[in-house]
């Protein structure tokens, strides 16, 4: 590749395209592939040391508190001031896929000041919002989850419908979910409910397939056929087609089946039917972390 | 919300952050919310209309081919100078998930030679790079493989190991799947692919959970059991644990099976975890198409 006279190469290990570092007019100018693997891996192997030799004098330390189970303006009502502008540590969020990501800024002149700071704020983040935080600094759902399953021995399999097997790949996206999920069905039509999960035909017809009766009947089969100490049910309307009168799109049943108990919740999603699918595989991940 | 003076303020019908529109220094200022959805659906509703009084006289059309199973250089190479800079129509390109869309960017005074320059720029791709393209304008590979299956009146189950659901996810992305996809098993673990899938205890035995044989049962098996015309098997290894000698982190089977023919490709994917997973799911959904 070219480079404009004056500059520094930088390395990409995971592609072709090198990156570009100059120094001009007393700034220093750091340009980086868009693919974003490409761009972090560059941005932690180069350009991040190279910031952190401008930066020296003052340390900034970030720690996040994932939440999931109120939305960002619920979480702030309850945060108040906590999240006042100019604050240090500063407090704030971004959403993702219903999952709230509070981001705690603490600026000090050493890094062990700034890591208590941020300590500090987590522990009293943690008391506001109680169960509604899952872990920190960039866990997922899922992680915490597959965590929790492994530390306890437990293993898990899924029955989706409406979900078509986002849950199983939601699960499956940590390295070394083998260790607690067995497997799972995803039963999109109805034959499969009953051929693969052995749902009765009468309990669909009675209540439909959208219904608490058959996502608890998801759940409990895949359990028992499984053989694992958890499982999830789903079944639900991800639109935009399929709503009747009574069964809106957006409506979906998920359910939980263990040796302790069995509960179904009803859920009303809104927006695209990819809001509908994320929302439902994310709630069951969160039903089951707030229920194992 | 609070507007600056002046301004005004652009509907939100997804959210509650309002858009804001001023006019300053003979510039148009628009901010919109940085939620994508929200973003999208402000910038069509209230953006672009006053964007679009602004830009009378030239009009702009842009055109995207869609094209799976090479990499970008190589599309770049076989291009040639049609993706010189500077001509028009332009044409660029970007990549994601093993996607390469190309954009034809033709500008003209009127809209009906704009649109005439991108179908006659199109046409000249499709026939310079074949069957790489799948599609066209934004559609994805699991789009044209489902309106495929559904013309031809045939339907689709899937047995997953490695990609743990996220060949099933991807299929039921789209809108109306349930015409054409039936069912699918997440046989993550062994047991699973014996005991739901009927695979031979001694197959894996002998070659191991991943491996063409193992990879060709699961499709042949799913087949059968969900009474489909096509099915579809993924099983490897996604890393970044579990290689061996012989199999490395991102070796892959994919196999399809159907009424004329059973066959298995194998693959080494690189890079991450999710790379090894979305690659195998994407190319899976790519061989259904091309092999359908």
């Not at 590749?1 to 570009?20: F, Q, R, V």
């Not at 800024?105 to 500090?120: P, T």
């Not at 939601?170 to 799972?184: E, I, S």
Request: charged share 20%.
């Amino acid at each position: 590749a070219y480079l404009p006279a004056g500059a520094d190469g930088l390395a990409n290990p995971l592609g072709t395209a090198p990156g570009i570092m100059a120094e001009a007019a007393g700034k220093l100018i750091i340009c980086m592939p868009g693919v974003p693997t490409e761009m972090e891996c560059m941005f932690g192997e180069s350009a991040a040391p190279r910031l952190k030799a401008l930066a020296a004098g003052q340390v900034v330390v970030i720690g996040k508190v994932m939440c999931f189970g109120a939305g960002e303006s619920t979480i702030a009502d309850k945060l108040g001031r906590l999240m006042q502008r100019g604050r240090n540590p500063l407090i704030n969020s971004t959403a993702s896929a219903g999952v709230i990501t509070l981001h705690i800024v603490a600026a000090a002149g050493r890094k062990a000041d700034a890591e208590e700071m941020v300590e500090r704020q987590r522990a009293r983040l943690v008391e506001i919002l109680g169960d509604l935080v899952y872990g920190c600094d960039g866990q997922s759902l899922a992680e915490v989850v597959g965590a929790a399953l492994k530390e306890r021995n437990k293993t898990l399999a899924v029955a989706e419908s409406c979900t078509g097997g986002l849950l199983g790949k939601l699960v499956t996206d940590v390295p070394g979910a083998g260790d607690y999920f067995k497997c799972g069905w995803i039963t999109y039509c109805n034959e499969a409910k009953i051929r693969e999960l052995g749902i009765p035909a009468e309990l669909i017809e009675e209540h439909g397939a959208v219904s608490e009766e058959v996502c608890l009947a998801m759940a409990q089969s895949a359990r028992v056929k499984a053989g694992s100490d958890y499982a999830v049910g789903i079944t639900g309307i991800a639109g935009p087609g399929g709503a009747t009168e009574q069964k809106p799109v957006g409506l979906v049943y998920i359910s939980l089946d263990c040796a302790e108990k069995s509960l179904c919740r009803k859920h009303i999603f809104s927006h695209s039917r990819q809001n509908v699918r994320l929302g439902s595989a994310m709630t069951a991940l969160n039903m089951l972390r707030t229920e194992m």
